[in-house]
């Protein structure tokens, strides 16, 4: 990947635990923005994070933002079947809408 | 509510054919952006516009063109199309190019070089 690395690359978990995907990234940043995408789907924007910010949250996720380490993590609490989908981090370096993209993190949440 | 709308959803060419795929942003957005996903990977960017002119230019290889339309729509022209080129083709559009940081992407087209 361009960007960095996801961690993990895939994750395994039972209905009602919490799921939690780590990003890193290589350059400095204006946004950085967590992206769903199920199986051959389009990508779905889930939240945005500024780099002024250090935690957001929306419904059941959690994105927390740390600079000084160029990192970033998704919580998803409570998880559903439903939330199994991959998940992509994106950077966007000037506000610009070129999104360089994570290597993502396959999430499956079984019943 | 609008989405972008893509086509052809599903898009099979043999080595060295021709391609376009067409977008049709969300109304009032002024912003298109085209991404690539091959198999297993992750997307990158390829070109985008706004307002009509070339706006950012990422990993788009000479065989690629693209274009946006008075109507906003985009068209990405590909063409001497080789087996890498089997890939997902997203695109996505935007505000003010992307100064409110969120994109809605398309469901993509499924382009297959045999």
């Known amino acids: 990947s361009q960007q960095g690395e996801e961690d993990p690359q895939a994750l395994s978990i039972q209905e009602g635990e919490n799921a939690t995907m780590n990003c890193s990234y290589k350059?400095?940043?204006?946004?950085l923005q967590w992206y769903r995408q199920n199986s051959g789907r389009g990508l779905v924007h889930l939240i945005l994070?500024?780099?002024?910010?250090r935690e957001k949250h929306s419904g059941r996720l959690r994105v927390t933002l740390d600079t000084s380490k160029k990192s970033s993590s998704l919580l998803i609490t409570a998880s559903r079947a439903a939330d199994t989908a991959s998940y992509f981090c994106a950077t966007d370096a000037g506000n610009t809408g070129k999104l360089i993209f994570g290597q993502g993190t396959t999430l499956q949440v079984k019943p | 509510a609008a989405g972008v709308i893509q086509s052809p959803r599903h898009l099979i060419k043999e080595k060295r054919e021709t391609a376009t795929l067409k977008c049709y942003p969300i109304p009032r957005h002024d912003t298109v952006y085209w991404y690539q996903q091959g198999p297993g990977q992750d997307p990158q960017f390829l070109i985008s516009f706004y307002e009509k002119m070339q706006s950012d230019k990422g990993s788009i290889p000479d065989r690629f063109s693209a274009q946006q339309f008075s109507d906003y729509h985009s068209e990405l022209n590909m063409s001497s199309l080789e087996l890498g080129d089997s890939a997902l083709y997203f695109c996505?559009?935007?505000?003010?190019?992307?100064?409110?940081?969120?994109?809605?992407f398309g469901s993509g087209t499924q382009l297959s070089v045999l």
């Open positions: 994070i500024r780099s002024n910010e």
């Open positions: 996505a559009s935007s505000l003010q190019k992307g100064l409110q940081g969120k994109l809605f």
């Open positions: 350059t400095s940043i204006n946004n």
